[in-house]
């Protein structure tokens, strides 16, 4: 317990930690302009302006989005639905590791550089800046492909021959900008409603899915186990036998891992979030129960509703991002009930609405902690008196541009090359984050502190972190493995031909994150934490008093009228979750 009486109550760092901030460690509490007593940058602040209930809703609509109503009709047809069911099962539960490594720092020291912060001080300043700026480069790159895809669910009512996509692009673009822009307790609050709302939809998809199942659709079919019998649990990807099998479980962890890429978005949400050391582990907690409903349990009914040999799933996957794309609408088709595509491609015009609006704020969020932590230019710490970091918002929104590439048909192949990255760029952040739990696991116990004293624990603890690191490296390195494929893929009659472009886009991530890594460590003459050297304590003074203030004021409140945000939640999705 010595260095908990040491350093416990200051928000200073010993002299050591001060000559790493020196080669560019940086820290949470840099002073930039001026400060108060707490170590509090006047200027440059953000703003604790989330509540429980919207940090618990964003957590859990950052789980749901196009990944899962689009993307498993992919994984679907190349696999089949047993391992269709495994493969995000398995995946998801890689997720919640993650989750729950993340969960463990954010409650200990909840810090407005996010994740960067961690990996900064616990492991090494080089991998919180190679860390930093491969998250960024995820969003700038998800963002304007959201815009994108925003832009073609429309056309299912508005063709482009008639209206031009990039007048949509504009109108969401602004929105999102807007929306930001009137700071994070606006942001907050429409966020809440956007996630109720996809949360509804996706529940109320998992009751439809039940009812055609058991043969409540219009055609009176029970299927149930059927067509895990024919044509079959296990399909054959590229290769025959259980190779071929074994390989099509393979595809669906890439599948998966996309869709489950942004519920790590929690961890960015901590430096604005009110009494984060009791929001934090709620919502983290809720990441099990809502992977378990959300995904696996809608994964599996989706197998017992459609084949994965139906024509009609095949020429989805075609198809881009709307309503005509996603096997639900197959299953509905199926089924017998008219009128619902049309309802479902306004869901999913939900979704990807709301999946533009937090890659923005997200984005935005990264780069000011990248700036916080000396690894990004000063200006981007810049934030307004409502806590809106205007500069990293401005620079984040310059690169959504990038969603006009769709006004332009040709343009799709390059952009989808671009998009190819954010797999990769997603894995790699996992990756990170468990690294850093790792060693800040051994800093924590290097510096005697106990499980009590954190507000959160992982329930796996380092073993956990060990093993879903290397998981997620095996599923980073072997993402690509179709591209070797291609020529037992290749057509009768035609050459073989290696898709480098794919090859290049896919793995990409990997040598830019070593290059930045590297890069920068030797530019800073970094060296790797050493456990007992670990800062586990700058700006802990400052998040307590803020946590004590914030505790102060609503017990102060205690049985004084809640708003109606908070009441409707309570009544609705609060007492679901």
């Known amino acids: 317990m010595a260095a ?5 109550g200051s928000s200073e760092s010993p002299d050591h930690h001060q000559k790493n901030y020196e080669k560019g460690y940086g820290s949470d509490d840099v002073n930039i302009a001026s400060s108060n007593d707490l170590g509090e940058e006047v200027g440059h602040h953000l703003h604790r302006g989330l509540k429980a209930r919207q940090i618990t809703m964003i957590a859990i609509g950052g789980a749901i989005g196009t990944g899962l109503i689009i993307g498993t009709g992919k994984a679907l047809a190349q696999a089949g639905p047993a391992p269709l069911f495994i493969g995000y099962t398995v995946v998801g539960f890689l997720c919640f590791l993650v989750m729950a490594a993340l969960g463990e720092m954010a409650c200990w020291l909840p810090l407005a550089s996010g994740f960067t912060g961690y990996a900064t001080r616990f492991v090494d300043p080089a991998l919180g800046f190679c860390l930093g700026w491969n998250y960024w ?4 790159i998800v963002t304007p492909n959201n815009l994108t895809a925003a832009s073609l669910v429309i056309q299912y009512w508005v063709p482009r021959a008639k209206v031009n996509p990039g007048v949509f692009i504009t109108v969401f673009l602004v929105a999102i900008v807007l929306i930001n822009y009137f700071g994070v307790r606006f942001f907050g609050e429409f966020e809440f409603y956007l996630s109720s709302i996809k949360v509804i939809v996706i529940v109320g998809l998992i009751i439809l899915s039940l009812v055609l199942a058991c043969g409540g659709g219009p055609n009176g079919d029970a299927t ?9 649990a296990f399909n054959e990807y590229i290769l025959k036998g259980s190779a071929g099998r074994f390989l099509a479980f393979w595809s669906v962890l890439t599948t998966a891992v996309f869709a489950y890429l942004g519920t790590e ?3 960015v949400t901590v430096g604005e979030a009110a009494n984060p050391r009791k929001v934090i582990p709620r919502a983290i907690k809720l990441t099990f129960y809502r992977i378990l409903l959300f995904y696996v349990v809608l994964v599996f009914l989706l197998g017992m509703l459609v084949p994965y ?3 009609d799933l095949k020429v989805a996957n075609g198809k ?3 309503a005509k794309a996603s096997p639900f609408v197959v299953a509905i088709v199926l089924s017998g009930i008219p009128a619902l595509p049309g309802i479902l491609n306004a869901c999913i015009l939900i979704f990807v609405f709301s999946a533009a609006n937090s890659d923005l704020y997200i984005a935005s969020r990264t780069l000011y902690g990248l700036a916080h932590e000396n690894k990004a230019p000063k200006i981007f710490t810049y934030t307004d008196k409502r806590g809106v970091p205007v500069a990293a918002l401005g620079l984040s929104v310059a690169f959504c541009l990038l969603a006009y590439l769709g006004v332009d048909t040709e343009s799709y192949t390059v952009f989808g090359y671009f998009v190819n990255l954010v797999t990769m760029f997603g894995l790699l952040t996992w990756i990170s984050l468990l690294i850093s739990h790792i060693y800040f696991v051994r800093a924590r116990k290097a510096q005697n502190i106990p499980d009590s004293a954190l507000a959160y624990v992982a329930p796996l603890g380092a073993a956990g972190s060990w093993g879903a690191l ?5 599923i980073a390195f072997f993402k690509g493995f179709p591209i070797f494929c291609y020529k037992v893929t290749a057509k009768k009659g035609t050459t073989p031909v290696f898709d480098w472009r794919t090859f290049i886009t896919t793995y990409l991530g990997i040598p830019l994150y070593i290059a930045m890594f590297f890069g920068y460590k030797y530019a800073m003459k970094t060296t790797l934490i050493r456990p007992e050297d670990a800062d586990m304590y700058t700006g802990k003074a400052r998040i307590d008093a803020e946590e004590a203030e914030y505790i102060a004021k609503e017990a102060a409140k205690k049985g004084g009228p809640e708003t109606k945000g908070e009441k409707l939640y309570r009544l609705t999705l609060g007492w679901l979750f």
Do not use: A, C, E, H
Request: hydrophobic content about 35%; overall charge positive; charged content about 10%.
């Open 137 to 140: 480069f995820k969003y700038i």
């Open 265 to 267: 978005l929690v961890g």
């Open 470 to 474: 290397v998981f997620s490296i095996l």
């Open 224 to 232: 149930g186990f059927t067509y895990w019998k024919n044509p079959g």
């Open 309 to 311: 040999n139906d024509p």
């Open 320 to 322: 881009s991002n709307s």
């Open 4 to 8: 908990i009486n040491q350093y416990r």
